[in-house]
């Protein structure tokens, strides 16, 4: 192989090698599977979304492992050929190593053209999510809730609705909410699976994130950062319900604090 | 052959790990010492906001040091460290109304989350302290709590979180005792159906630790527990 022939007459070229066919099948194949499971099993893993934040994260997962899968697919491929088409067999070691491609122009400038459009895919798709979900932790008609961890229990607050304060998380449904997350003693991590949010509580300071929850029902809020001895108890429920029942449970509150 | 005795040596090798780290860990595991279990005394039934219950009754302590509980009269390994006792390991009946008394005969300060100064899940809401009935303590004058977490399970929840009132620093010891006259807690509440619950103090009363959440606050049979509900 050399830079002056054309592309095609290379491409050529490799497909009559017999090794190069079975290559490129084996990695069709493994492609296929990966991007099946890609689809199928890391959205179900991560359970129904509450929030179009969790459906952003659910659908980036989705499509970062199904654009990772033809690479991963090419390196199984190459290995699983390597182990069994290329494996020397019989009781001596090959005398040598093939010859190694040096050179190629073309090879290198598809690696890095390839890797480089990918990781760039990544990136300002990233941006773009991040973005979004920075823009809902600063709705200007968001409701405040501020958010405190400590060993090992959540306790939250209401400073809009008269400080009311409470062991579990109330929301009302489609309306934005922004937490100030802040510890009293070590690290922990906010966490509410369901809607996808997931922020340090860090002592001394606030941290902030926000979410709307769109769909009723009751959600586990856990720590997500090993605090201690009863870090794996540190569990609370979220409940969204409807503005009205929102209303009703912060005027119990208020009566029974009263 | 040759391969077959290979893959077979392999199996066996990845066989004898396997056991070795099993081994390893129920060894570790039955070397842990688990504290005694302390089940709720039945006495009759009592009316409840659900009704007509079995009524059990619990009696616990809080001790500036861990020379009257579980770890023996000598203290265990760190005498100095604040307990409850008799034990942490508790358990009550379910369905039923279960009314603990916490004699509380440690000194304190205030506490970092105003909200555990308040009771919480108890029937009415209240506690009695020393026969007076309260809904909280002083911020500033908390020596303990007593906080059941509601963990989000199958379960029921059982949330349940009272404060201990503090002893001045300066109490000094009643007659015939090395510990102040207490300050005498009770509270009530129904549990649900069966269920395993841990308990913790959420006072910082681990001194001389970061934040004082450390020692006694982090290490099992002191400051924190469970609560089986059977």
Redesign the interface.
Known sequence: MTQTEPVTAQIRMWWQRVEIKRIVWIWLGITVVLAIFALIVPARVMGSPASPTMRAVESTMTIFSVAAAPVMALVLSVAVYSLTGWRSRGSEPPIGDGPPIRGSGRVTATWMVVSSVLTMFVLIWGLGEMQSLSAEASAPNAMVVNV?G????W?F?YPQNGNV?S??LYLPVNRPVVFHVTS???IHSFWVVEMGIKVDAN?GEVTKTGVVPDTLG?F??RCAELC???HA?????AHVVSSTDFAAWITAQES?AS | MGTVRVYLKASGAVAAGVLVVVLAGTTLARAGTTPGLLNATVKGTAQTPVGVLPHAFLELATYPDSLAGEHGPDGGSKPDWVSYGPTTNLSAPAHSLVTITIKQYDSGGTI??P?FASV?GTVD?TMTINGQTATASKVDAIGHTF?I????TNQD?L?V?VPLRALPDNAKPAPGSSYPVPNVVTFSFVTGGPGEY?W?C?Y?CGDGT??N?GGP????GYM?GTFTVA
Do not use: C, I
């Not at chain 1, 400590?150 to 229990?153: A, G, K, T, Y």
């Not at chain 1, 108890?233 to 429920?237: P, R, V």
């Open positions: 405190t400590q060993q090992w229990v306790t607050s304060e062991d579990q009293k003693d070590v002592p009751t586990v809020v201690g001895l009863l108890h540190m569990e609370t429920q029974r | 970092t989350n909200y919480h809401g906080t977490h509601a963990m989000p929840p949330f979180s841990v913790n959420e910082p970061y934040a959440f606050m982090s290490a099992r924190s």
